[in-house]
């Protein structure tokens, strides 16, 4: 098992930064895939950016140019850097890990908790 717990999350103003952190803890070894979705209010979850154990990265059309994905050793801790952050940015962040190789990655086998992150115009 895998346990993974997010920070970073709160309220910002259009056109600011936050930086989200993922760490897990338990059979981390297992783990080749890294990656953050979000879900709005009203909205289907969705896939926003993944990072390999190799270190190979992915990103939604809808961040790429603005969110960064990046990891430490290990894929512990994982980084998301939000920057330029708009309104329809606004939602539930998720971390999750996959003991697949590949972005996005074709299964989720873990999910955070979400860490909420708010953007007022």
């Known amino acids: 098992q895998v346990q993974l717990v997010e920070s970073g999350g709160g309220l910002v103003q259009t056109g600011g930064s936050l930086r989200l952190s993922c760490a897990a803890s338990?059979?981390?070894?297992?783990?080749?895939?890294m990656g953050w979705y979000r879900q709005a209010p009203g909205k289907q979850r969705e896939w926003v950016a993944s990072?390999?154990?190799?270190?190979?990265?992915a990103y939604a059309d809808s961040v790429k140019g603005r969110f960064t994905i990046s990891r430490d050793n290990a894929l512990n801790p994982v980084y998301l850097q939000m920057d330029s952050l708009k309104a329809e940015d606004t939602a539930v962040y998720y971390c999750?890990?996959?003991?697949?190789?590949?972005?996005?990655?074709?299964?989720?086998?873990?999910w955070g908790q979400g860490t909420q992150v708010t953007v007022s115009s």
């Open positions: 999750a890990a996959s003991k697949l190789l590949g972005v996005p990655p074709r299964r989720i086998d873990y």
């Open positions: 338990g059979s981390i070894f297992s783990i080749n895939t």
């Open positions: 990072i390999t154990r190799i270190g190979t990265t």
